[in-house]
């Protein structure tokens, strides 16, 4: 294990006195997740015990005896050796957070917002609500914003660090929201010529 990873490592338990004659001790635990970090496998590392120790321990078995803990290890097989490790300080390194799929409004205004590769506005805030939230574009060439729904199936990717958010909106969506559309319909009509009947 490298010397930066040694520095992040947590205080998983301390090790108490022998128990029985199978090399097993009993723990006292500093996780709230005893059961992860005891599984047979684990490798966990040793410090402040006495000289000679080796720098880490791997589990074999764990087991709860009422309100203790009782854990074998592979290098401790008999009560002599067990007794060696009495006060030692058990380390592990730190659970991986759990990814997640929720992002706050900071990390997303001023992302570029690109369809097919091709930038169309940025992003000027989110709203969320009790039934969807909802992304505010600013879409290039149009003084409104637009509300885009905050789903995985329009916003399928968002890279923070290269400053963009892509969307892939149903047809018209951005015309809806934007209300280009209506726009365009109550814009001027066609010329036509000053004498022309306006009921032909």
Do not use: C
Request: proline letters at 8%; hydrophobic letters at 45%.
């Amino acid at each position: 294990m490298s010397p930066a990873a040694q520095d992040d490592l947590v205080r998983v338990a301390r090790i108490g006195k022998p128990h029985g004659i199978r090399g097993e001790v009993t723990v006292q635990v500093f996780t709230d997740d005893p059961d992860a970090r005891f599984a047979p496998g684990e490798r966990l590392v040793v410090r402040d015990g006495a000289p000679g120790l080796p720098a880490e321990l791997t589990v074999t078995r764990a087991r709860w005896n009422k309100q203790i803990l009782v854990v074998g290890f592979a290098e401790s097989l008999d009560r002599n050796v067990a007794e060696t490790l009495r006060g030692a300080q058990l380390f592990a390194v730190p659970a991986a957070p759990e990814e997640s799929d929720e992002w706050y409004e900071e990390d997303l205004v001023d992302l570029e917002v690109r369809i097919d590769g091709e930038r169309v506005g940025v992003v000027t805030a989110l709203t969320t609500g009790a039934v969807q939230d909802l992304l505010h574009v600013a879409v290039d060439g149009v003084e409104e914003e637009a509300l885009v729904p905050f789903v995985e199936e329009i916003v399928p990717e968002i890279d923070p660090k290269a400053g963009v958010l892509v969307l892939t909106p149903p047809p018209g969506l951005l015309e809806l929201a934007t209300g280009e559309d209506e726009d365009a319909a109550d814009g001027p009509a066609a010329a036509r010529p000053a004498d022309a009947d306006p009921e032909a």
